[in-house]
């Protein structure tokens, strides 16, 4: 069992920054891949960017250049540095965990994040 609670969101302008935070708790098994995904009013749920255990990183083409994601191991968090923001960004962010080799996956509960002038 897994618990994901994340933080950070908030309301910034365009070109504006945020830093938002996943803290996982339970049976954190490795090697995982954790991951940020986000969804609009309206719109399907869609993957932003994800960590595998070992380093290697993946991000969406819309977030390239600008996004980082990165985790602390000893610490079970895993952290979604957001720079150069855009409106189109605005979305509810979710923290998503998943055990290679096991049939499962974990969801936060999600942050809002808004870019607006």
């Known amino acids: 069992q897994v618990e994901l609670v994340e933080s950070g969101g908030g309301s910034v302008q365009p070109g504006g920054s945020l830093r938002l935070s996943c803290e996982a708790s339970?049976?954190?098994?490795?090697?995982?891949?954790m991951g940020w995904y986000r969804q609009a009013p309206g719109e399907q749920r869609e993957l932003v960017a994800v960590?595998?255990?070992?380093?290697?990183?993946k991000y969406a083409d819309s977030v390239t250049g600008r996004f980082t994601i990165s985790g602390d191991n000893a610490e079970n968090t895993v952290y979604l540095q957001m720079t150069s923001l855009k409106p189109e960004d605005t979305a509810v962010y979710y923290c998503?965990?998943?055990?290679?080799?096991?049939?499962?996956?974990?969801w936060g509960q999600g942050t809002q994040v808004t870019v607006s002038s």
């Open positions: 339970g049976s954190i098994f490795s090697p995982n891949v």
């Open positions: 960590l595998f255990t070992g380093g290697v990183k």
């Open positions: 998503h965990f998943r055990p290679l080799y096991k049939g499962y996956e974990y």
